[in-house]
C-alpha cells in the first residue's frame, strides 16, 4: 500500500488535516485506534476561536456550526462572586468565539469525509512508524485483517499525548518542557438551561469553577477538584452545591439543576516538546503540546497546528518547495507558546493552589480587580482568548 501522508490518529487535528489535504487533492490515509463512536463519544473541548471557525467554513465543513454554534461576543470573570464582563467583541476587531462542542467538529468530519475521499482505518493496532530520518517512511499496523504495511512520503503524527508518534522520535532530539499543576477539573453535562448567557470563569476562595454550556438546554460546568478525587466523591447534589457556591450568590441562584449524564475528571498539564518534526515525522496538536484547559486553547492549537502544516505539504506538492514544510515547527511553535503562556497564566490567576498564603491569594485578587479596571488588561485578555493570529509563512 502506499500513500503520500500518512495521518496518525483521528482526532481534531488528524481529521482537519486529512480534510485539507483532500480538498487540494493530496492523497492521506488516516490510521486511529479506536471506533468512530469512541472518538466521537469523547467530551472534551467546547469553543472555537475565529480561525478554526474560518477553518472549518474554508473545508464547507460549516453549515451545523453555524446553524447552532453560539457565538459569543464577550465572556464573564468572577471574583468570589461578584461578575464582571469582558467585551471581546468591542476589544478587538469585532473578534467572537463560538460554542461549539469537540464531539459536534467531530461528527461533521466524520459525516464528510466517505463523500471528499477521506480515508480512514478504524481500529488501527500495534501502529509503528519506521524510517522516520531516511526517504521512504513507513507505517504498519495490525486489524482485524492482519498485517498492514503502508509506504508514505510524510507522516504526521496526530495521535495526541499517548500516542506512538513522539514516542517515535529520540529522547537525544527532543526538548521538553513541562508543568503538572496539583488540581484538576471535575466536569458534568446536563440537560439543563445555562446560567448566564456567556462563559463565567470563577476564582473562588474554595477553588475555580467555570459556568459554560453546549445549547441553550444543554449547561457543562467544572469545578477544580483534587488530584486524587474520585467521580464517586461527587454525587450531583455535591457537584451541584459546590459548583453554586464557587459561582457565587448571583449566578448560583440561576443554575438550573438536573441529572448529569456525563461526569469525568481531567488534570491539568502544560507540556511542549520541541522541535515539532524529526525527519519525515511531523506533530500536530496534543502529540506535541497540551495546555490547561483554562482558556480553551487545545482544540484550536490542534487546529492552528494543522493549517500551518497543511501549507507546507500543499506548497510542497505543487512545486517542490520544501520552505514551508522547513518552516513548520518553528511556525507552529510561536503560536503553541503564547497560547501555553495565556492558559498558564489564566490558569494561575484562577486557581486555588494548595500551597498558596495570604500573600499569593491577595496577589491574585489583585489582578483580577486590576483586569476589571483597565481596558488595557482587558484587551489583552481579550486578544488572547479569540486567539492570537497565525505567525507569517
Ligand atoms: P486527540 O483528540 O487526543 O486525538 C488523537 C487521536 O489519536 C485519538 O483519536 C486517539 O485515539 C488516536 N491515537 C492515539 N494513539 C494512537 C495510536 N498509537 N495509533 C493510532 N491512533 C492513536 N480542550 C479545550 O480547549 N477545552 C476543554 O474543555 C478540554 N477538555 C479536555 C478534556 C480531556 C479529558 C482531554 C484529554 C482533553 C481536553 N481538551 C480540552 C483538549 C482538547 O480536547 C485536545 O487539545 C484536542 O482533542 C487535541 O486534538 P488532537 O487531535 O491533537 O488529539
Ligand atoms: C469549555 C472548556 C474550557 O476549557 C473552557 O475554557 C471553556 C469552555 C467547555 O467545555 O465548554
Redesign the pocket.
Known sequence: MRTQIAI???????MLLAHLLAQAGIDALV????DRD??EG?V????LEQTSVDLLRRLGLSERLDREGLVHGGTNLALDGQIFHIDMAALTDGSTVTVYG?QEVMKDLFDAAPARGVKIVWN?EN?ALHGLDGSSPSVTWQDAEGKHHLACDYIAG???????SRASIPASVLQVFERVYPFGWL?VLADVPPAAHELIYANHERGFALASMRSATRSRYYVQCGLDEKIEDWPDERFWDELCLRLGPETGAKVVRGASFEK?I?PLRSFVAEPMRWGRLFL????AH?VP?TG???????ASDVIVLAEGLIEFYKSSCITGIDRYSARALSRVWKAERFSWWFTSITHRFPDMDGFSRKLQMAELDYIKGSQAAQRSLAENYVGLPLAAA
Open positions: 496518525i490518529g483521528a482526532g481534531p487535528a488528524g490510521l486511529e485506534r479506536r469512541y472518538v469523547r472534551r473541548a467546547g469553543v469537540q488501527a501502529v496526530c495521535d495526541g499525548f499517548h500516542g506512538v466536569g469525568s481531567a500536530a496538536g496534543d502529540a497540551i484547559p480553551a486553547k487545545g482544540l484550536n492549537l490542534a
